[in-house]
């Protein structure tokens, strides 16, 4: 038997392949086990238009066998088998696939099953084995042939027994070095593992003999061991099966199987597209936030199959950021995968599917909104903190995808709801869409600023997460409709009688403002008779862009620059206090000091700003009391 070499382009493909196409050793089963399914789909195939042949789907299977003893994993197939020539073909050049060509010459589109393309995969083998010999019997040839290699040295062919038609892979698995584990690629447990990973939905059962013990018929505490022979694989994937087929508990139960999450998703999306782009998939909101969600941990994707076989666990391009919370899978014929199936290589149908599982999201939690607002309003709670940010980020490229699933409490329903929801009950005079900021409910409730905008019957939304002003910045206006804050100057209502006089106040006390200004040395912008206040004395306003609470936020945050709020000190001319302060004022310059500051210093207090000084300020009480 002379020896083979490979030919020289080969042998460097070798080299490469075993040391650095794939990244993961463990899939050269998935590559073994997805050529020994093309061999078998070939046979059915050929059955299709031999009439001599028939296809019993029962008689075909793969048997995936190890022995501990010899070193030996085998993966055996039922398929088509190979001859001397596609042996010398297939197996001597690396990158010439014969299931590439075997589609070819069979004009096989779409529908195909056949997983080979490259005509690398095999050499994969060579990751885990010093030797591999390949024992093969072709459909229609009386001799089998056994091809043998070591690797980069070459491969002998020579005739050799074989019953049935089909062929099996024997590898011979390297020793464990100090660096590397290979033993485990002889155990039951982690090979079965590997297959429900990678080959779960090859459509020919995958079997292996699995030990087990059992009682001894006759006896109580005695155990045997036995052998059993089992199907690995579930099959058929539960993307593939009619939708009407499939009940909650299956997809549930699907979840639950591929470890998605702990919890119960609100609900699933089963999508088999046939459109532009061809693909299934399963998609599942889930109910709570995984622990680590809003950490840098958290890596988002999904599962993505090509022809029912995994190639990726976590494919991050197939879900924009806001969305990063749904879980499941995607299965395609349509992509174009590079050789080593770990990276996706044109990514044109890949964005075609993102694209359109994007928008099925959108459009499955908009029906939840609409319909199941509980369970929307629970998804909400784990969730919305994300969408906001998705509205936020990329200077609001994506708001328009996501302000309709924006929901924030109103101060007049007491509860969440929508921008439209908001919008449609605006009474016609009403120009902006006002909220409130701060830290609870409770305390916006509490907030001097919201008197004017509540007593005018208008709603408020409260926005109690810090991202919450910032992305209503970026959303900017909703439906025509400005937002406003409930402290900013001007709220752009209609002034009444009464605030026409405070007008004229204000002019009559410009000096007394002056005077206030000029005591809290520059810390406001300037001092006026307030619009909004009816009971409570005294707020801050702002002026511009940046509100209070968005100052609060952006000094909280780590290397920030000084960003300040343009604050007006606002007080309630109609308020007993300002007595006091005009009395002051005309009799006594000190006091007006100390009151001035005193207000001030309350204003901030209301606000949850802290106070600059506070050991002065609980002396200036003092010295009021005394
Ligand atoms: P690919 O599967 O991408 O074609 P591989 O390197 O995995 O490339 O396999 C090379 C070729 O060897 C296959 O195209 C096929 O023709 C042949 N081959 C490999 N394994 C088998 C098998 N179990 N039965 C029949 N033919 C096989
Ligand atoms: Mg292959």
Redesign the pocket.
């Known amino acids: 038997m002379s020896k083979q070499e490979f030919k020289a382009e080969s042998k460097r493909l070798l080299e490469m392949m075993i040391n650095s196409i794939y990244t993961q050793r463990e899939i050269f089963l998935r590559?073994?086990v997805?050529?020994?399914s093309?061999?078998i789909d070939?046979l059915y195939y050929r059955a299709l238009t031999d009439d001599q042949l028939v296809f019993n789907k029962e008689d075909y299977y793969i048997k995936v066998t190890a022995d501990k003893a010899s070193r030996t994993l085998t993966?055996a197939?039922t398929?088509?088998?190979?001859t001397k020539e596609?042996l010398e073909n297939?197996?001597g050049v690396?990158a010439?696939?014969?299931?590439?060509?075997?589609k070819k010459e069979n004009e096989l589109k779409d529908g195909h099953n056949i997983?080979?393309?490259?005509?690398?995969?095999?050499?994969s083998a060579f990751m885990v084995a010093d030797e591999v010999t390949?024992v093969?019997k072709a459909l229609g040839s009386d001799e089998a042939f056994k091809w043998e290699s070591t690797g980069t040295d070459g491969y002998s062919i020579e005739p050799c027994e074989k019953d049935s038609i089909?062929?099996e892979?024997i590898l011979t698995i390297k020793k464990n070095t100090e660096d590397d584990q290979y033993d485990e690629y002889l155990e039951e447990y982690r090979l079965k593992s590997i297959i429900k990973k990678y080959s779960d939905f090859i459509r020919y059962p995958i079997k292996m003999d699995i030990k087990g013990q059992r009682p001894k018929a006759d006896s109580e505490n005695e155990f045997e061991e036995y052998q059993e022979e089992q199907t690995v694989n579930s099959m058929v994937p539960i993307w593939r099966k009619n939708k009407n087929e499939l009940t909650q508990e299956d997809y549930d139960q699907f979840y639950f199987e591929k470890r998605y999450g702990f919890d119960k998703p609100i609900k699933h999306l089963h999508i088999s597209a046939d459109g532009a782009v061809v693909y299934n998939a399963i998609l599942f909101i889930p109910e709570n936030t995984p622990f680590d969600y809003y950490t840098k941990e958290y890596e988002k994707g999904l599962e993505l199959y090509s022809n029912g076989v995994l190639i990726m666990d976590k494919c991050s391009d197939l879900l924009p950021d806001y969305f990063s919370f749904v879980k499941g899978m995607v299965d395609s014929e349509d992509l174009s995968l590079n050789i080593s199936r770990e990276m996706l290589q044109h990514d044109r149908q890949l964005k075609l599917i993102a694209k359109n599982i994007n928008s099925k999201i959108k459009s499955a939690l908009l029906s939840i909104l609409k319909d199941e607002r509980d369970k929307y309003e629970s998804f909400y709670k784990a969730f919305g903190r994300q969408l906001k940010f998705g509205v936020y980020n990329d200077y609001g490229v994506n708001k328009d995808v996501l302000q309709d699933l924006l929901l924030f409490y109103s101060s007049k329903e007491k509860k969440l709801v929508t921008l439209d929801e908001y919008v449609s009950r605006m009474s016609e005079d009403q120009k902006y869409i006002y909220y409130a900021s701060g830290e609870s409910i409770e305390r916006i409730e509490r907030l001097p600023q919201t008197e004017l905008v509540s007593d005018k019957g208008y709603e408020i939304l409260y926005f109690t997460d810090d991202i919450d002003e910032f992305a209503i910045k970026m959303v900017s206006k909703y439906k025509d409709k400005e937002f406003k804050s409930v402290s900013s100057g001007d709220l752009g209502i209609e002034p009444d009688a009464a605030d026409n006089e405070s007008a004229a106040e204000e002019a009559q006390h410009k000096d007394l403002f002056e005077q206030m200004k000029t005591i809290l040395n520059h810390k406001v912008k300037s001092v006026k008779a307030s619009k909004r206040l009816k009971t409570h004395p005294v707020c801050l306003s702002t002026e511009g862009e940046v509100t209070i609470e968005m100052e609060k936020i952006l000094k909280a945050m780590p290397g920030s620059q000084d960003v300040k709020a343009d604050k007006v000190l606002e007080i309630n001319v109609n308020h007993e206090i300002f007595q006091s302060l005009k009395a002051a004022y005309e009799q006594d310059k000190e006091k007006l000091g100390l009151y001035t500051s005193l207000l001030y210093n309350q204003a901030l207090l209301i606000e949850g700003l802290p106070l600059q000084d506070p050991v002065e300020f609980t002396n200036d009480i003092c010295k009021i009391m005394v």
């Open positions: 590559e073994l997805s050529n020994a093309d061999a070939k993966i197939d398929g088509i088998g190979m596609e297939n197996l690396i010439k696939s014969g299931s590439f060509a075997f997983i080979g393309q490259f005509g690398v995969g095999f050499y390949v093969t089909g062929t892979i």
